[in-house]
């Protein structure tokens, strides 16, 4: 932690010299930057505030409280906010909130995503924001993501001190549910997925690397896999005889083994089993991700389960290698059978030339404010988010632009507070820009 914080905190002695690089941006770009400047304690008491509610994904009472808090924020800077009803995905559900710029539609509509739920229930030991001396903090979700959220508000808030926010048409999703996705997928993401259809440009605020000098252009996709195995449970000393076979436990292991020489290796490309079962009775409850099995060592096992995720970096790649693994889980040893199933995931968020002048967009942002450039995230450092579902529905989308810190996902996760006001600088200029040009590049 201490090495990752050092390098988080090069930016910080350059804040004081920002100033002067500033004064050659146009007055309207530095009335932004002042007005961000002017309320970084807001900020930073806004953070301190929604971290201490407890959001975790299934804490519905408590997502709907953050959603209430952040939802005021922007009822106040004029944005038309609602709450969709998490219910048909048993979820507590997703703010929306919907600002329409004067002169309609002839200037890009942006959609900015965040997320309201984190990690930690409410039997996590890991509940209350706790300031680390003057420029790190603790607390559940302090950088995955209520940092981030806090990034939307304040740039929003600067862009409309500096008068400019009458002039966007700004679309924001914050889904309660991005920690542990409710189901069926297609209901718990259909908000956002129209919300990119009806957008120009996605920017989310998660925290990609947790490293402010890189933004996020491509991430990978992750769907989870089900291998069940059936043999032909009999006497251990009948093992290989015809009427008998091969038995669930060797079976899956040949899958598994073939998956692993036929699949590792190629680029961005990762099949993880995460969970093994196998006997006589095998158990699995797929909710919990949990289980029992019973068998004896003189009996053939008669079942056998593994689960586990699937990562790729394209629809293509994640074809090609769903194709494959049903295909070796086809060629069955001799009396037995295996059905490999896969489940509704994250897709992968690709690569594309939009994506790469969004960040080029906002390497410019970075270095005129005097942060420095910005380079992209290699997308094996990058799991999958919700800005995933935008991918083909946008001109352009760019992630990981909250703020820096470490360790989340742990009771250790913390913030570095002064890339809060950086980030939310980067990302208001980022916005006024893509709003101002005459054309998207």
């Given at each position: 932690m201490k090495t990752i914080a050092a390098i988080l905190l090069l930016p910080t002695p350059v804040l004081g010299a920002v100033s002067s690089v500033q004064q050659d941006l146009p007055a309207v770009e530095r009335r932004i930057i002042e007005a961000v400047d002017s309320h970084v304690a807001e900020a930073v008491a806004l953070l301190e505030r929604v971290v201490n509610i407890n959001s975790g994904t299934m804490n519905f009472a408590g997502v709907r409280e953050v959603g209430r808090v952040l939802s005021a924020e922007f009822d106040a800077l004029g944005f038309a906010t609602e709450w969709v009803d998490g219910a048909s995905f048993e979820r507590a559900g997703h703010l929306l909130a919907?600002?329409?710029?004067?002169?309609?539609?002839?200037?890009?509509?942006?959609?900015?995503?965040?997320?309201?739920?984190?990690?930690?229930?409410?039997?996590?030991?890991?509940?209350?924001?706790?300031?680390?001396?003057?420029?790190?903090?603790?607390?559940?979700?302090?950088?995955?993501?209520?940092?981030?959220?806090?990034?939307?508000?304040?740039?929003?808030?600067?862009?409309?001190?500096?008068?400019?926010?009458?002039?966007?048409?700004?679309?924001?999703?914050?889904?309660?549910?991005?920690?542990?996705?409710?189901?069926?997928?297609?209901?718990?993401?259909?908000?956002?997925?129209?919300?990119?259809?009806?957008?120009?440009?996605?920017?989310?605020?998660?925290?990609?690397?947790?490293?402010?000098?890189?933004?996020?252009?491509?991430?990978?996709?992750?769907?989870?896999?089900?291998?069940?195995?059936?043999?032909?449970?009999?006497?251990?000393?009948?093992?290989?005889?015809?009427?008998?076979?091969?038995?669930?436990?060797?079976?899956?292991?040949?899958?598994?083994?073939?998956?692993?020489?036929?699949?590792?290796?190629?680029?961005?490309?990762?099949?993880?089993?995460?969970?093994?079962?196998?006997?006589?009775?095998?158990?699995?409850?797929?909710?919990?991700?949990?289980?029992?099995?019973?068998?004896?060592?003189?009996?053939?096992?008669?079942?056998?389960?593994?689960?586990?995720?699937?990562?790729?970096?394209?629809?293509?790649?994640?074809?090609?290698?769903?194709?494959?693994?049903?295909?070796?889980?086809?060629?069955?040893?001799?009396g037995t059978s295996a059905v490999l199933t896969f489940d509704d995931g994250y897709p992968p968020l690709a690569p594309t030339d939009g994506n790469r002048r969004l960040l080029a967009r906002f390497d410019d942002a970075s270095r005129d404010l005097g942060f420095g450039p910005v380079t992209a995230v290699d997308p094996r450092n990058a799991g999958a988010a919700d800005v995933s579902f935008v991918a083909g529905l946008v001109d352009m989308a760019i992630d990981g632009l909250g703020p820096g810190g470490g360790n989340d996902h742990t009771v250790n996760e913390w913030i570095d507070l002064p890339t809060l006001a950086m980030q939310t600088k980067r990302a208001a200029l980022l916005m006024y820009r893509l709003i101002e040009a005459d054309r998207i590049d």
């Open positions: 919907r600002r329409t710029g004067e002169g309609g539609g002839t200037r890009p509509h942006l959609l900015l995503i965040g997320h309201l739920d984190t990690v930690f229930e409410l039997d996590s030991p890991f509940q209350r924001f706790e300031r680390r001396g003057d420029s790190t903090a603790g607390g559940p979700g302090v950088v995955d993501m209520k940092g981030g959220d806090v990034v939307i508000v304040h740039a929003l808030k600067a862009l409309d001190a500096a008068g400019v926010l009458d002039g966007m048409t700004i679309t924001i999703v914050m889904t309660g549910d991005e920690e542990r996705s409710g189901r069926p997928l297609d209901l718990a993401r259909e908000a956002l997925i129209q919300a990119a259809v009806d957008a120009d440009i996605a920017i989310a605020f998660e925290n990609g690397d947790s490293d402010p000098r890189t933004a996020v252009v491509a991430r990978r996709g992750s769907t989870g896999w089900r291998l069940d195995v059936t043999g032909t449970p009999a006497h251990s000393s009948q093992l290989f005889q015809p009427e008998v076979g091969a038995g669930a436990v060797y079976e899956a292991s040949r899958i598994l083994g073939q998956f692993y020489q036929s699949l590792a290796g190629e680029p961005y490309l990762t099949f993880n089993p995460g969970v093994m079962l196998a006997g006589t009775d095998v158990d699995y409850d797929t909710f919990q991700s949990r289980g029992t099995a019973f068998g004896k060592s003189n009996v053939v096992a008669g079942h056998a389960v593994v689960t586990g995720d699937l990562r790729t970096l394209s629809l293509e790649q994640l074809a090609a290698a769903r194709a494959r693994m049903t295909f070796i889980a086809g060629q069955n040893l001799p």
